[in-house]
């Protein structure tokens, strides 16, 4: 099973066409949209930090780590996709 679906993969990147190119190209867009994705789960999580810290200014410490960390693994996302548009438009 996996071996057929690598050989067509590698059929259709074989093809020296529009398509191949076409497809790489919409695959590179729809990977770089993953920024947004990402950018509203940091937002969000900033936004309840603050909330947060206005409730319970003696657990800042806390609440400041967990968000950054949170920010971090959010952010992670956003640059896989950018390393796969790249990926794809390196092809």
């Given amino acids: 099973m996996i071996q057929t679906i690598l050989s067509l993969l590698t059929t259709i990147f074989a093809v020296e066409g529009s398509i191949a190119s076409g497809l790489a ?53 956003g640059l896989y996709g950018l390393i796969i548009a790249f990926m794809l438009l390196s092809k």
């Fill in 25 to 77: 190209y919409l695959g590179a867009g729809i990977a770089v949209l993953t920024g947004f994705g990402s950018g509203i789960g940091e937002g969000m999580a900033a936004a309840k930090a603050v909330e947060a810290v206005g409730r319970q200014p003696e657990a800042s410490g806390k609440i400041t780590v967990t968000m950054i960390i949170g920010c971090a693994i959010a952010e992670t996302t």
